[in-house]
């Protein structure tokens, strides 16, 4: 046999690109012909609005490890891959490029914008594919969806004409959150609410005689031009002598009534509440409670419209507020301004001011299929790691809405609903129209409105697999298996996955809900473009490569615990795959004229049990790890066992055989190793795909591709339990000696003799002894002698589990040297000391002092008491010997 000569230094982008092709050639990511339960998992579609970020990255790289797993499990896996159309965000992408040509969309026309649009789309799509694959995701592309190709606006289409039928979604005019800035109506779970930095207006309010006022407290003056009413409790003993009056509304010839209602706080403000039905949800319900009017003053830019006076119409609200509050300034109205934080609800795509807005919108009624999906987690049929996600799952469903689905804009599923223009008959059909079936009209015109991203989204697990169609695929892998995702979606897209799952094939979408934390950055902060500490995968790939990242990400997924990395932390990843790398190509280069024996003839010694029992643990750690989703778990499981058990204790000790000059130790320790090599290639296959499988490709005992390697499994014939205790002790016994060298800081360069001494009952005696030379190479001593006589003074006693070792310092240090050394060292660092904690006591040091050189200060005091400490410890040591 020829020895194979990896390449010296480990460079990943020698081989990934090669190997991730020769994956796809193969038809490796496509599931297996079978009739057995088939694994599945869909992506979370990114959006097709720019590259993918870290969270993607780590969204991706934890799937791609349990759908390798189960596939080398034997399992047929389908990972679907796909992207989602995001209809507000793609549509501001290209509005955003007209407005830098001085083009709006209605320049263009609607479907000139779509075309457009579907232009951006191509190519940020090509992107973000080319990103997974330099990733490793090994998704079957054969399957690849997207949330507006063909198939998929059929399910959405199904789905919307389904549930109106079943009286589940419904038009009508209601208070929604809308977007001036992108133009459309906003779902509750849209608008992101933040602090801001505002006041608090207080009013007066004329009664309609002039005989008196109230007062009322706003943080908004500009929408009093919408007030219907100002309410009051009616247990305020205060004002309710006042209910049923008239007042005028300022800077108008409006008349309006004071109401009673008792969601009016008594406590806040004045006691008094303008009543804005059109612009609050509170005041809305109140509205309804009423009978009240609604007054609607704003235009859908946001601008205000002919219900208020000239002055202010077409102002945006932020610049008619101050000028309102200048007209009541002189009109003598206001009262008061003081300043006044509150929370302001802001668009989660463009980040603008949100209006409560009244307009008309279709709904989809939630109670019922909520209800279903509680029952769901309540029965166990799903189930989130973390547990503690349930809460914030059952929360939302406890408290929903009906939720919001139309969308003024142009990109996305457009209504497949219908008005007759000559009966105003509403068509509501699976198919286009071509005539009103109420009068037989056609002049037919369709909903310009689109539906909300999410309605396309929330079908994904079962429209990527064909339905409405009842296909071969949906029969074969829905229900899917596992979710991974970021706890921000739970209520945008998981929970509205598993309802509408529940509600249109009575089952639950997947079992298994794994949420990720966030990726920050080192200060705990999130990743965003403003504060610039983003990483880009690519970034990393080419640094470090596909593997580093992969690992480095899985290695710190801990459960319930954000991610906080810098572009450095990946060098983890890094080190392991350069250490796997050294280590297969150091086995690989000492093959040359080597016969592989059968490994079930080779008789196996205490040290090679002890390697394949740990082995053996860790594959039973990494199963467990994988059925838990503890990516981290089963990630430091492998990087313990290949890096600490097979490169530093087992290598080193297989030395002895690959260099021995006769044939049979040296074909016997390279077989072993070798097929160590393979064991620990399929192990880490998962957590470092491209690297392990360009090594396995170079071993000689390889079967075809080791994406299709059976994943190792428990082995009840590698348990040693009694080699492992034994060769566990000789680690304590070299680790508890390197501790001695390390204490009292001997070089490397001097050797040192050791000697052991062991109990009648100690279980390691006879390998001890057989293993003197192991010993002495791990300890890097000049000799170990084991249960001989040795005379030990000068030696230093270090106690062990059965056994006692004895170093002899002396050998290599001149202890009362070294003992006078020290203690003119402690002198000199008492002194230090000293003069750090009288700068430290003076008060004028610490009042006019940068906080710098305090904190200098600080670390010397520290520095300066461990190395006291540690000098003293290391004279008590030295003493025992004299």
Same mark, same amino acid.
């Given at each position: ?56 990255a ?22 679907v891959p796909g ?13 955003r ?7 709006t ?8 914008? @779509? ?20 990733i490793?995701?090994s ?24 549930l109106?039928?079943?009286?589940l ?15 459309t ?43 219907v ?39 806040f403000g004045?006691g ?16 309804l ?5 609604k ?11 002919d ?24 009109g003598?109205?206001?009262k ?53 996600w ?32 000559a ?66 979606? !739970? ?10 799952s ?13 949420i ?52 450095d ?10 250490k ?6 150091f086995?690989?280069l000492?093959i ?9 003839e ?16 860790t ?35 297989a ?14 320790? !390279? ?58 002790r ?17 070089p ?15 279980i ?42 004895f170093?002899?310092v002396?050998?290599? !240090? ?6 006078s ?18 700068? @430290?006591?003076?008060?004028?040091? @610490?009042?006019n ?28 040591? @030295?003493?025992t010997?004299v």
């Amino acid at each position: 046999m020829k020895a194979v000569e990896l390449s010296k230094a480990y460079d990943p982008k020698d081989f990934e690109q090669r190997i991730y092709q020769k994956w796809l050639d193969s038809g490796s990511f496509e599931p297996v012909e079978g009739s057995g339960k088939a694994y599945t998992v869909v992506m979370p579609p990114p959006n097709v609005t720019g590259i993918l970020h870290m969270g993607h990255a780590l969204n991706n790289s934890l799937p791609d490890i349990l759908i390798r797993y189960h596939r080398m499990m034997g399992i047929p896996t389908l990972w679907v891959p796909g992207t989602d159309h995001a209809g507000i965000a793609t549509q501001n992408v290209v509005e955003r490029q007209l407005a830098r040509e001085g083009l709006t969309r209605d320049d263009l026309g609607r479907e000139k914008f @779509l075309e457009r649009t579907w232009k951006v789309k191509e190519e940020h799509h090509r992107i973000i594919k080319e990103q997974l694959m330099k990733i490793g995701c090994s998704c079957d592309w054969k399957h690849e969806r997207f949330t507006l190709d063909e198939g998929l606006s059929n399910a959405v289409r199904e789905a919307f004409v389904t549930l109106y039928e079943r009286g589940l979604i419904y038009k009508g005019e209601y208070l929604v959150n809308y977007c001036p800035s992108c133009g459309t109506a906003l779902a509750d779970d849209e608008v992101e609410h933040q602090s801001r930095n505002a006041a608090i207006y207080r009013i007066a309010y004329p009664f309609s005689d002039r005989e008196g006022e109230i007062v009322v407290a706003t943080t908004r003056p500009e929408t009093m031009f919408g007030d219907v009413a100002v309410a009051v409790n009616p247990n305020d003993e205060r004002h309710n002598h006042l209910i049923g009056k008239y007042v005028h509304l300022p800077l108008t010839d409006r008349i309006i009534p004071i109401i009673a209602d008792d969601f009016v706080d008594i406590e806040f403000g004045t006691g008094f509440v303008k009543i804005t039905p059109a612009h609050d949800p509170n005041d809305y319900a109140a509205a309804l409670r009423h009978d009240l009017p609604k007054v609607n003053i704003l235009h859908a830019d946001g601008t205000l419209n002919d219900e208020v006076p000239k002055e202010f119409r077409n102002l945006k609200a932020d610049d008619a507020r101050s000028k309102v509050v200048e007209a009541l300034k002189t009109g003598g109205y206001l009262k008061s301004e003081e300043p006044y934080t509150h929370e302001v609800g802001h668009c989660y795509r463009c980040h603008n001011v949100v209006e409560p807005y009244l307009s008309n919108q279709w709904f989809v009624r939630m109670e019922g299929m909520a209800k279903k999906a509680l029952k769901a987690l309540e029965d166990g049929k799903i189930v989130f790691h973390p547990k503690h996600w349930e809460n914030t799952y059952t929360h939302w469903l406890e408290n929903i809405h009906d939720w919001c689905i139309s969308r003024q804009l142009w990109w996305g599923h457009r209504l497949p609903v219908w008005e007759c223009e000559a009966c105003s008959h509403l068509i509501v059909s699976r198919e286009d129209p071509t005539e009103c079936p109420k009068c037989k009209k056609t002049d037919l015109v369709q909903e310009s409105d689109v539906l909300d991203t999410w309605f396309s989204s929330w079908l994904w697990p079962f429209s990527t697999l064909g339905w409405p169609e009842e296909t071969a695929d949906l029969k074969r892998f829905f229900p899917t298996d596992s979710l991974t995702t970021g706890y921000d979606i !739970i209520f945008f897209w998981v929970a509205r996955m598993i309802m509408a799952s529940l509600e249109f094939l009575d089952e639950v979408p997947f079992k298994d809900i794994y949420i990720t934390g966030l990726v920050r950055d080192k200060q705990g902060r999130k990743m965003s473009k403003s504060l610039g500490n983003g990483i880009d995968p690519l970034e990393v790939i080419d640094q470090y490569g596909a593997d580093a990242m992969n690992f480095t990400l899985s290695y710190m997924a801990t459960q319930g615990q954000d991610i906080l990395i810098d572009m450095d932390t990946f060098r983890l990843g890094s080190r392991f795959a350069n250490k796997v790398w050294n280590a297969a190509r150091f086995v690989l280069l000492n093959i040359g004229g080597v016969t592989l024996q059968n490994i079930e003839e080779i008789k196996l010694n205490t040290i090679d049990k002890w390697i394949y029992h740990r082995f053996n643990q860790t594959v039973r750690k990494v199963h467990a790890a994988m059925n838990l989703f503890k990516f981290n778990e089963g990630s430091q499981a492998v990087y313990d066992f290949f890096w600490n058990d097979f490169c530093d204790w087992y290598l080193e000790a297989a030395k002895e055989g690959m260099y021995s000059k006769e044939e049979e130790p040296k074909n016997r320790q !390279i077989s072993l190793l070798l097929d160590l090599l393979e064991r620990s290639m399929a192990l880490m296959h998962p957590y470092l795909s491209f690297i392990t499988e360009e090594i396995y490709s170079k071993l000689p005992n390889k079967k075809g591709l080791l994406i299709n390697h059976p994943y190792p499994e428990y082995d009840e014939s590698l348990v040693f339990p009694e080699e492992h205790t034994v060769f566990t002790r000789l680690q304590e016994a070299v680790t508890s000696i390197r501790a001695v060298r390390s204490e009292l800081q001997i070089p490397l360069d001097r050797k040192v003799r050791v000697a052991i001494q062991s109990d009648d009952s100690f279980i390691g005696a006879s390998f001890f002894k057989a293993h003197e030379r192991l010993l002495s190479l791990f300890t890097n001593a000049l000799s170990v002698e084991v249960d001989r006589e040795v005379e030990i003074h000068g030696a230093l006693p270090v106690a062990g589990n059965g056994y006692q070792s004895f170093v002899f310092v002396s050998d290599a !240090i001149d202890v009362e040297k070294e003992i006078s050394k020290l203690e003119g060292e402690i002198e000199k660092t008492k002194k230090n000391l000293e003069g750090t904690l009288k700068k @430290l006591a003076n008060e004028g040091f @610490l009042r006019n002092a940068k906080e710098e050189a305090i904190a200098k200060e600080q670390a010397k005091r520290v520095e300066f008491e461990e190395k006291l400490q540690k000098s003293e410890q290391h004279i008590a040591l @030295l003493k025992t010997l004299v």
